[in-house]
T-cell receptor, first 114, second 112 residues
Framework: ETGVTQSPTHLIKTRGQQVTLRCSSQ?????VSWYQQALGQGPQFIFQ???????GRGNFPPRFSGLQFPNYSSELNVNALELDDSALYLC?????????????FGPGTRLLVL | SQQGEEDPQALSIQEGENATMNCSYK?????LQWYRQNSGRGLVHLIL?????REKHSGRLRVTLDTSKKSSSLLITASRAADTASYFC????????????FGQGTRLTINP
């Protein structure tokens, strides 16, 4: 069984650019969540997708957007990058039904904005 | 914003000793979960305890939950060098989305 995968592993962008991060959910999981983890901090919830619809959103501006595809993979897009967007971006997937309380995380994408 | 606070922020013990980490939170929850993170990479789920449970065990891990005090503790018994990592508590509240709200973590170092 393949776990959650994310690409790329590392990325360097400059301020004002746009970035797309990708996530493949674990087999059988239909819910994907995205988190931002700044250095030395705990992860912060960005948003969650369920059946291709945004299912909940944290305190992040609209320039953070996402997509979920029919195969349950997902993308996180960030427009107009700012220096403070430098962080580890984590994707997590959850199975349907009663097991959805637990989220299974990928290895993350480390984004550096210069 | 972070929901909870973990205590201590850093803990260093000898291999074989027990490690205890505490977590406090502020709002109502459906469940509380503990995760481990090695070297700033992905988080590994350790254990979930529901709001109507008081204690749970998994191997060398023991988690307690006191909803009246809005606090939880994670005990790792007979620690090993491989337990060196950051440990995070995360509160789960299902309101449509199952959103996890993490604390800032405890950095645990096990000395051989």
């Amino acid at each position: 069984e393949t776990g959650v995968t994310q690409s790329p592993t590392h990325l360097i962008k400059t301020r004002g650019q746009q970035v797309t991060l990708r996530c493949s959910s674990q087999s059988g999981h239909n819910t994907v969540s995205w988190y931002q983890q700044a250095l030395g901090q705990g992860p912060q919830f960005i948003f969650q997708y369920y059946r291709e619809e945004e299912n909940g959103r944290g305190n992040f501006p609209p320039r953070f957007s996402g997509l979920q595809f029919p195969n349950y993979s997902s993308e996180l897009n960030v427009n107009a990058l700012e220096l403070d967007d430098s962080a580890l971006y984590l994707c997590a997937s959850s199975p349907p039904g009663g097991g959805r309380e637990t989220q299974y995380f990928g290895p993350g994408t480390r984004l550096l904005v210069l | 914003s972070q929901q909870g606070e973990e205590d201590p922020q850093a803990l260093s013990i000898q291999e074989g000793e027990n490690a205890t980490m505490n977590c406090s939170y502020k709002t109502s929850i459906n469940n509380l979960q503990w995760y481990r993170q090695n070297s700033g990479r992905g988080l590994v789920h350790l254990i979930l305890i529901r709001s109507n449970e008081r204690e749970k065990h998994s191997g060398r891990l023991r988690v307690t939950l006191d909803t009246s005090k809005k606090s939880s503790s994670l005990l790792i018994t007979a620690s090993r060098a491989a337990d060196t990592a950051s440990y995070f508590c995360a509160t789960g509240l299902i309101q449509g989305a199952q959103k996890l709200v993490f604390g800032q973590g405890t950095r645990l170092t096990i000395n051989p």
